[in-house]
């Protein structure tokens, strides 16, 4: 398996003609996928930029698109109710036709749950909530009768969602990280694909090492799960527009050398793809940052999609 996506920043810019003009670009070019971050904020130290509400924008994708995959890359536990949550992952994957892959994690930006009022725990708490939500949401979408749910910050009590998911156990469920002590056991555990954050190829591998011994001793196969990387992407058709664009965005040589994005143009960029998919990844989703720049993005469909 050698599919290509592309991943988008959701809250750097991201409003309704950029969102529906991309999703139209990257399914009439072939792209296996599309998904984005669920961020209300960027960082701190930069200026706040247009963005969409994660499942606002999901619900548009699932009617407004015939056959890419798409999904949160990933949905941070302390934003919604992970019952909640469950009900709109498996509504809005039914309306596709079984096209969404639900990303969960644990959150990580204080600066969002400030200012929109969230409560941000310290991570072991924000942890444990996540565990459970992975647990809860396994439990309403797998189970056909009420079921009850006791954690420690999440509750259900003879909790069924109707209509019933029509995909069998509902959609998968992805968890992003690299962490192998916190990160790779909850993939092991509960995930149906495991998304690596800008891994080079050797420590991707490395890891890849660690979450396969996780999956057998939790009684699971290696290829029970699908295993993705997101990584940022630079690239142009000539050596002179990348050039030029490189020191635009001020990507340096030891970046570069580092291995953990994507950088060239199409015969480099298929090369570098090329691999990862022969380190063992099924899926790479390109971080694609120039929300107007169709262009490009369509070029680098030409060039680098038929290769796979």
Not at 129 to 134: C, G, P, Q, R, W
Request: net charge negative; proline share 5%; with cysteine.
């Amino acid at each position: 398996m050698a599919e290509v996506g592309i991943m988008l920043e959701g809250s750097r810019g991201l409003n309704w003609p950029r969102w529906q003009r991309l999703l139209q670009t990257a399914e009439d070019c072939g792209f296996q996928s599309v998904f984005r971050s669920d961020h209300f904020t960027n960082p701190a130290g930069e200026s706040d930029q247009d963005s969409l509400e994660l499942w606002m924008s999901l619900a548009y994708a699932a009617s407004h698109t015939q056959s890419i995959e798409f999904g949160s890359l990933v949905a941070p536990v302390t934003f919604r109710h992970p019952s909640m949550q469950a009900r709109y992952a498996a509504a809005i994957d039914d309306l596709s036709g079984g096209r969404l892959v639900l990303g969960m994690g644990a959150g990580w930006q204080e600066r969002e749950h400030k200012r929109f009022g969230i409560p941000y725990y310290d991570f072991p708490t924000r942890y444990q909530m996540l565990e459970e939500s992975l647990q809860m949401t396994r439990l309403l979408l797998q189970s056909d009768t009420p079921c009850d749910f006791n954690g420690k910050y999440f509750q259900l009590e003879e909790a069924i969602i109707l209509p019933r998911p029509s995909r069998p156990g509902g959609p998968p469920i992805l968890i992003g990280g690299n962490g192998p002590r916190r990160t790779l056991p909850l993939v092991a555990k509960y995930a149906d694909e495991w998304n690596a954050d800008a891994l080079d190829v050797n420590t991707y591998r490395a890891r890849r090492s660690i979450l396969d011994e996780l999956l057998r001793a939790e009684g699971r196969a290696v290829d029970d799960v699908k295993y993705s990387l997101m990584t940022s992407v630079y690239y142009r058709p000539t050596q002179a527009q990348l050039d030029a664009f490189l020191h635009e965005c001020g990507v340096s040589s030891e970046a570069r050398e580092a291995g953990k994005i994507i950088v060239g143009t199409g015969a480099e960029v298929v090369d570098q793809l090329a691999a990862r998919f022969q380190a063992g990844v099924d899926r790479v989703m390109l971080r694609w940052l120039e929300l107007d720049d169709l262009e490009n993005l369509a070029l680098l469909a030409r060039d680098v999609l038929p290769q796979f």
